[in-house]
């Protein structure tokens, strides 16, 4: 019994570590884009329709030196993605760059209304406004999917922050190269500012409370080992 509990407590500290390996200074706001001062990310993975059923994408800022991105919102529970920007399309001046995403409270679905990029018009998806995140796709590289939940992807590094400014939406800000490239030969790296969208009607998800259940976690492990001592000794 005792070595079991050993075990378990081991495995927790190890995934406690490695949660914890995945943070990194992550930048402010304005210093991505300006006008938004010392804004910090939310640390939450996912967004909900906050304001009746649509979503108005709009395209801030794109600087890619590779190749342009793919944007899209994906439901976590099936993957399904709704593709909203394609790597054709370029931050609008001087009309913006926009794509409504209506969606169905009764269906879950998901559906481009209206856009710049009238090739993605009547496009959907099974996505439920409860719960979506937000994902691009490296033009240039078949591996480099990049999902704002870090545990969706292939390095297990945040690529995706979500932002939340005084306003009804969020702003979302990717960085698109893998996290081995990251410091060394590009020290300015990551700087979050490959895609940056902002997105209108939603709201920040509540962050999964995953540090409070480590902690509850470890504090069970060691209560049980005590008991274990103490039952040895009576």
């Not at 994902?135 to 932002?163: F, K, M, Q, R």
Request: aromatic share 12%.
């Amino acid at each position: 019994m005792k070595k079991l509990l050993v075990f378990l407590c081991a495995m927790l500290l190890v995934f406690g570590m490695a949660i914890s390996a995945r943070a990194y200074p992550y930048p402010y706001l304005d210093e991505i884009i300006a006008g938004e001062d010392h804004i910090q990310p939310t640390g939450s993975d996912y967004v909900y329709l906050s304001d009746g059923n649509t979503a108005m994408a709009t395209l801030l800022l794109e600087s890619n030196e590779w190749a342009n991105d793919t944007f899209a919102i994906y439901d976590p529970s099936t993957l399904a993605i709704l593709v909203v920007f394609e790597p054709r399309d370029e931050p609008g001046s001087p009309d913006p760059t926009q794509t409504e995403v209506t969606f169905n409270l009764v269906d879950g679905t998901a559906k481009i209304t209206s856009s710049t990029n009238v090739g993605l018009v009547d496009t959907w998806a099974y996505i439920s406004p409860a719960k979506f995140g937000f994902y691009i796709d490296v033009s240039n590289s078949p591996i480099d999917e990049w999902y704002t939940d870090a545990l969706l992807n292939s390095d297990s590094a945040e690529h995706g922050l979500i932002y939340d400014p005084v306003g009804s939406g969020v702003i979302v800000a990717f960085e698109d190269m893998p996290s081995d490239l990251w410091g060394g030969n590009i020290p300015d790296q990551p700087d979050y500012n490959d895609m940056v969208v902002e997105v209108g009607n939603v709201a920040p998800h509540t962050p999964e409370p995953a540090t409070m259940l480590l902690f509850g976690s470890g504090l069970v492990c060691l209560v049980a080992l005590g008991r274990t001592k103490f039952f040895k000794k009576a």
